[in-house]
C-alpha cells in the first residue's frame, strides 16, 4: 500500500542526545514536509523539501536538522542544541507544482526527553 | 500576512447534534482551504478542500464545509454527531505551496 511511514512511533532521548526521526514515503511525491506538534499550537514547520538534494528551513528550524539524499525519505535529526523537543513530530509529503493538492501524514512519532 | 484562525479549542456537542466548527481566514489572494482530522496519537488525515468553483464542499464522513468569501469563512459542518467523531479537526490555508494551519478544534461528543 502507498503511504508514508514513520518511525519509531514512541521515541526516548537523554538530555545532550541527537536523534534521527525517519520518514519514508513511497507516493512518489516530489515535496516532503516535519512538522511539530504541541498541544493547543496546531502544527509548526520545521523544515521541508521539495526536491532530492535541497531543503528549506521552517518556521522553527532551530535545533533541528535534515537530509534529502532520496526522493523516498527525508529523516529529521533533533541536536542536543534543541532547548524543547519533546513533542508530537508529524511528516507529511505532497506532488509539487499544484497549489490545491493533498498533504499525506505519517502516524508521527512522540519523542520524549528523559 | 495569510493566517488562519479557529475559534474555540473544545467543542461539545451531544451525540445526534449538529457539528459545527469555525474556521476564518485572511489572504491576499484566491485561497485553497482545507480542513484536516486527527485522531489521538496519529497523523492527519484529509476530510475536504476548497479549491475554486463550488462553494460548498462535501467531505468524508458526512461532513461538509461552505467557503464564504465575504465572511473569509470556511466552516465545518455535520448534521448529526456520532461518537466515533471525537477528534481533533484542523482548518488549513495553502500559501505560496505550503499550508498554514490554525490551533485545532478538539470535538468532544456527549452520549
Known amino acids: 500500500d502507498g503511504g508514508i511511514t514513520q518511525s519509531p512511533k514512541y521515541l526516548f532521548r537523554k538530555e545532550g542526545q541527537n536523534v534521527t526521526l525517519s520518514c519514508e514515503q513511497n507516493l512518489n511525491h516530489d515535496a516532503m514536509y516535519w512538522y511539530r506538534q504541541d498541544p493547543g499550537q496546531g502544527l509548526r514547520l520545521i523544515y521541508y523539501s521539495q526536491i532530492v538534494n535541497d531543503f528549506q528551513k521552517g518556521d522553527i528550524a532551530e535545533g533541528y536538522s535534515v537530509s534529502r539524499e532520496k526522493k523516498e525519505s527525508f529523516p529529521l535529526t533533533v541536536t542536543s542544541a534543541q532547548k524543547n523537543p519533546t513533542a508530537f513530530y508529524l511528516c507529511?509529503?505532497?506532488?509539487?507544482?499544484?497549489?490545491?493538492?493533498?498533504?499525506?501524514f505519517g502516524q508521527g512519532t512522540r519523542l520524549t526527553v528523559v | 500576512a495569510q493566517s488562519v484562525t479557529q475559534l474555540g479549542s473544545h467543542v461539545s456537542v451531544s451525540e445526534g447534534a449538529l457539528v459545527l466548527l469555525r474556521c476564518n481566514y485572511s489572504?491576499?489572494?484566491?485561497?485553497?482551504l482545507f480542513w484536516y482530522v486527527q485522531y489521538p496519537n496519529q497523523g492527519l488525515q484529509l476530510l475536504l478542500k476548497?479549491?475554486?468553483?463550488a462553494t460548498l464542499v462535501k467531505g468524508i464522513n458526512g461532513f461538509e464545509a461552505e467557503f464564504k468569501k465575504s465572511e473569509t469563512s470556511f466552516h465545518l459542518t455535520k448534521p448529526s454527531a456520532h461518537m466515533s467523531d471525537a477528534a481533533e479537526y484542523f482548518c488549513a490555508l495553502d500559501s505560496n505551496y505550503q499550508l498554514i494551519w490554525g490551533a485545532g478544534t478538539k470535538l468532544i461528543i456527549k452520549p
Open positions: 476548497y479549491t475554486t468553483g
Open positions: 489572504s491576499s489572494v484566491p485561497p485553497y
Open positions: 507529511a509529503s505532497s506532488v509539487t507544482g499544484a497549489q490545491n493538492t493533498e498533504a499525506f
